[in-house]
Nanobody, 118 residues
Framework: QVQLVESGGGLVQAGGSLRVSCKAS????????MGWYRQAPGKERELVAVITSGGSTNYADSVQGRFTISRDNTKNTVYLQMNNLKPEDTAVYFC????????????WGQGTQVTVSS
């Protein structure tokens, strides 16, 4: 059974930095795109950043230049480095991945809370 587990969220002051990680485990043949989404209270879940298996990246305009997505294919792990954090970045951050396995599909992590105080 495939699982995604996030870690690294927490509380930080505005202007600070955090790195969140997400590790995929289970019987995995290949991982295609991996991404980070976030959902703030009362708002829709939105895409933050995505990275392909080849390393191409795409970012939401609101985080461009502040956040960096990366992955370690040897560890089936995706990272999101968040710098110059703002209070409006406060949300639950979810990772997802398109995984080829016995049951292929898009998998989601359980989410990790990121809170930015002003």
């Amino acid at each position: 059974q495939v699982q995604l587990v996030e870690s690294g969220g927490g509380l930080v002051q505005a202007g600070g930095s955090l790195r969140v990680s997400c590790k995929a485990s289970g019987t995995i043949m290949r991982i295609n795109d991996m991404g980070w989404y976030r959902q703030a209270p009362g708002k829709e879940r939105e895409l933050v950043a995505v990275i392909t298996s080849g390393g191409s990246t795409n970012y939401a305009d609101s985080v461009q230049g502040r956040f960096t997505i990366s992955r370690d294919n040897t560890k089936n792990t995706v990272y999101l480095q968040m710098n110059n954090l703002k209070p409006e970045d406060t949300a639950v951050y979810f990772c997802n991945a398109h995984i080829i396995s016995g049951v292929s599909g898009v998998y989601w992590g359980q989410g990790t809370q990121v809170t930015v105080s002003s």
